[in-house]
Structures are given as C-alpha cells and as structure tokens.
C-alpha cells in the first residue's frame, strides 16, 4: 500500500503545484542557483590552494557531486519529515495516524514539491565533469559500483533524516537539532574529509557514517588511499553502513511511534 501511495501523493501536490507554473519554474530555478553557490564555494576554495588535503579541484567535484546527489535524493523523498515536530504540536500528527497510509509516506510526502529537484542540476554537473576529465582506470566492476554506491549514499541520507526527526516524537523542539545533522552533514561531505582533523574523520566513519557517502566511494573511484590511514576494506562498506543506518533509522521511528500520545485536539 505504502509503495503505490507515495508516488500517487507526491503527484497529488505536483499537479496542484503545476496550476503555477511560472511559480514552480522560478522555484525551481532558485533551488539550483542556491546549489551553485555552495558548488562555486568549492571551485573558489580548490581554485585559489591548488590542492587541499592532497586533492585537486577535480577530485573535489567528485566528491562534490556524490555528496550533492545523495542528499538531493534523501531531500527530495524525505526532506519533509523534519517538519515532525510542528505537525506533533498542531495535533495534525493525530489525523494523519488514523489514515490507512504508512504515517512516514504521508509526513514525507506532505507538500511535495519538484522545486527541490532543481538541487540536482549543480550536482550533476559537478559530477559528470568530474568522471568525464578525471584519469580514472574504469574497470566493469568499477562502472557498476558507481550506481550501486551513489544508492547507498542516498539511503543513508534519507535514513540519517527519518532517524533525526524521529527524536522529535521524544523532543519536539529539536527540528534544529536535527537539521545540524542532515543539512549540517551535507555541508560537511561536501568536502574531502582530508581536510578535516582525524577525530572528525574517525566520527564521520564509525558514528555518523557521511564519510560513506562520498568519501569513500571517492577513493574507490579514484583507486587511491586513504590519507588519513584508515583501513582500505572501508572504501567497500558502503552497502553495510547503508544497512546499518536503515536499520537504525526504522527502529528509531519505530521506537517514536510507540512513544507517541495523542494531543487530545
């Protein structure tokens, strides 16, 4: 039920968001300008040092651009759950509880809106460029690991979001701390965690797995080693820690759902 409701109740708000076209295109539009600034942040830091942890401007588009479509993906699904909090004190959590709809596909589809897909734009760019000018030794096993680690990244984003707001079923005026984690970890992956000191690394990797998202699949792509000597088996975790975060995500909703009592209204 819940697999056919999303797609129907994500196009329910698009069709009425469409009835504004020019509304939705400026939007749109906005969205991807708002990226690139963040991507020109990037091409202006690694434009300016050369080098920055032993990575180039190229390398960091890479890292850029996985970054970027993973979280675009998780914002985009599931971006709205982190509104959690506000719908838990205006007693909407209620009615939507008494729907014969997952209250996950309802929370995450509420107001949906295909502006956000205009976040894509900068990061695959930066990602297509990065693949088509960097000397990578492409190999079969390589060209299908791409897709399957970029998949991976996206489902620990969204499960890093459900997992964030789910503490708003406990807290309910955390949306912040939430956002420190999913939007906060955007910005942080956005970079080549070399940049960054080892006890940061060591966090992003073995307690918030970012490090999963685009750095490691970076190395991978890049056949390179880690410059902070973390174990190499790690460039290849990707799939468990996206199993890992899933499974931890689904508890903790779970978990917020058990917690949960009506407000009465």
Not at 154 to 159: H, K, N, Y
Request: hydrophobic share 50%; proline share 6%.
């Amino acid at each position: 039920m819940s697999v056919t409701a999303y797609p129907r109740l994500a196009w329910t708000w698009t069709r009425a968001l469409a009835q504004y076209p020019v509304s939705l295109v400026l939007l749109t539009v906005a969205q991807a300008f708002t990226t690139a600034a963040e991507l020109l942040a990037v091409v202006v830091v690694f434009g300016r040092a050369g080098r920055l942890g032993g990575f180039t401007l190229n390398e960091a588009l890479l890292v850029y651009g996985l970054t970027g479509t993973a979280f675009c993906t998780a914002h985009t699904l599931l971006g709205a759950v982190d509104r959690l909090g506000d719908h838990v004190r205006r007693g909407s959590f209620d009615t939507i509880m008494v729907r014969p709809v997952s209250p996950l596909v309802q929370l995450a589809t509420d107001e949906f809106s295909p502006r956000r897909m205009g976040r894509f734009v900068p990061s695959l760019a930066a990602l297509g460029y990065a693949l088509s000018v960097l000397d990578i030794a492409w190999t079969p096993g390589k060209v299908l690991m791409v897709p399957v680690l970029i998949g991976c990244g996206a489902v620990i984003c969204g499960s890093l979001w459900v997992a964030a707001a789910s503490v708003q079923f406990f807290v309910t005026d955390s949306r912040e701390l939430a956002s420190s984690v999913t939007y906060g970890g955007w910005a942080l992956a956005e970079y080549p965690l070399a940049v960054y000191a080892r006890d940061v690394v060591r966090a992003v990797t073995f307690v918030v797995p970012l490090a999963f998202v685009s750095w490691q699949p970076a190395l991978f792509i890049l056949d390179r080693p880690d410059p902070l000597g973390l174990p190499g088996w790690l460039r290849y975790a990707a799939p468990l820690a996206a199993a890992a975060t899933f499974a931890l995500a689904t508890l903790a909703w779970r978990a917020g759902l058990r917690h949960y009592r009506s407000t009465g209204s």
